[in-house]
Nanobody, 120 residues
């Protein structure tokens, strides 16, 4: 069994900051790419940012320069530092990871989501 557990979502004013965390646990052999997605009410889930095991990153244009993704491989944890938050960043944020439970066995896992609300 593998679990991803997110934390850090909250209500914040425009221009504020939040830091999301996502920790993987269970029968983990190794973790490849990790990332964050978000889904606003009435919209499709969209990519926010990804990071490879070696630290290469990718960002959606809408968050470039404001969000920073990082990971701690020793803790099987990925983070999303969100600065200069805007009301349009309001969404449920989901963690995703490609996790190997054996040398050749892997799956794409999702967390349960954490709500981020940006409002005055």
């Amino acid at each position: 069994q593998v679990q991803l557990v997110e934390s850090g979502g909250d209500l914040v004013q425009p221009g504020g900051s939040l830091r999301l965390s996502c920790a993987a646990s269970g029968s983990i052999f190794s973790i490849n790419a990790m990332g964050w997605y978000r889904q606003a009410q009435g919209k499709q889930r969209e990519l926010v940012s990804t990071i490879t095991r070696s630290g290469s990153t990718n960002y959606a244009d809408s968050v470039k320069g404001r969000f920073t993704i990082s990971r701690d491989n020793a803790k099987n944890t990925v983070y999303l530092q969100m600065d200069s938050l805007k009301p349009e960043d309001t969404a449920v944020y989901y963690c995703n990871a490609r996790i190997y439970t054996g040398y050749l066995t892997y799956g794409d896992y999702w967390g349960q989501g954490t709500q981020v609300t940006v409002s005055s």
